[in-house]
């Protein structure tokens, strides 16, 4: 699926038209990406949770010379699936 996909489905889902979807979707990345780049994790009940990482320096080698090169530490987004989709991706229904 892509975004304009992903549009279409909020637009027919939500009753709105495919210009509004696309600003709300817009605006909820924006909202995502703007508390990751201050740190914070980002909690939808029921779908997951978005939330930085950091990955220690590390060093890797050059795959055409073999030179051992020097990777710098960096942060790195990262997305934990909740139970509720966790559930409805293995077909686990609700009681």
Do not use: C
Not at 56 to 78: E, F, H, L, M, S
Request: glycine fraction near 12%.
């Amino acid at each position: 699926m892509n975004k304009a996909e992903l549009i279409e489905i909020i637009a027919s889902e939500a009753d709105l038209s495919k210009a509004a979807a696309g600003r709300a979707l817009d605006a909820a990345v924006a909202g995502i990406t703007k508390a990751l780049k201050k740190g914070d994790s980002v909690s939808l009940i029921g779908f997951g949770t978005f939330a930085v990482g950091k990955r220690a320096a590390r060093n890797g080698r050059n795959p055409q010379t073999g030179d051992t090169i020097k990777i710098k530490a960096a942060k790195v987004p990262k997305f934990r699936p909740g139970k509720g989709l966790k559930d409805t991706i293995n077909g686990v229904k609700k009681k």
